[in-house]
């Protein structure tokens, strides 16, 4: 079994900010970083993903956690208030173990290896990789 696990956690902003206004955190947020990382908490407890990084183009966060998509999950149905769980989507949370050989480093990341090894999109179909005609 591998010691890290890469997370994918699709982010719905409304229901995130729910969240946030029903846990007082009044902040400016502005990445949504101290939001997260409280609701992750809230979530997951002691196994909270870190480091983890929002993408808000995707609106998405990608992370590292010391456990699979699986447990985090059983963890936060067992243990999270309502309010951090109805902010979550559990449908689209995915896990991949790293390996040994993973890069980490986004920008040493080759294409071909983002189209052969990365999670798969999150409508479950790859993209195809025919050339273009």
């Not at 969240?19 to 949504?32: N, P, R, S, Y």
Request: overall charge positive.
């Amino acid at each position: 079994m591998s010691d890290l696990h890469l997370l994918r956690i699709p982010i719905d902003a409304p229901r995130l900010l729910r969240f946030a206004t029903e846990h007082g955190i009044k902040q400016e947020d502005e990445t949504l970083g101290y939001t997260l990382h409280a609701w992750f908490a809230a979530l997951f407890r002691d196994q909270a993903p870190k480091p983890f990084r929002y993408i808000e183009r995707r609106s998405e966060v990608l992370a590292y956690a010391s456990t699979d998509a699986a447990t985090l999950l059983a963890q936060a149905q067992a243990f999270a208030s309502p309010q951090a769980w109805a902010a979550l989507d559990p449908e689209g949370v995915a896990s991949k173990p790293r390996t040994r050989n993973m890069v980490i480093c986004a920008s040493q990341v080759s294409p071909s290896w983002n189209r052969r090894n990365a999670m798969p999109p999150r409508n479950g179909r790859l993209p195809s990789t025919s050339p273009a005609t």
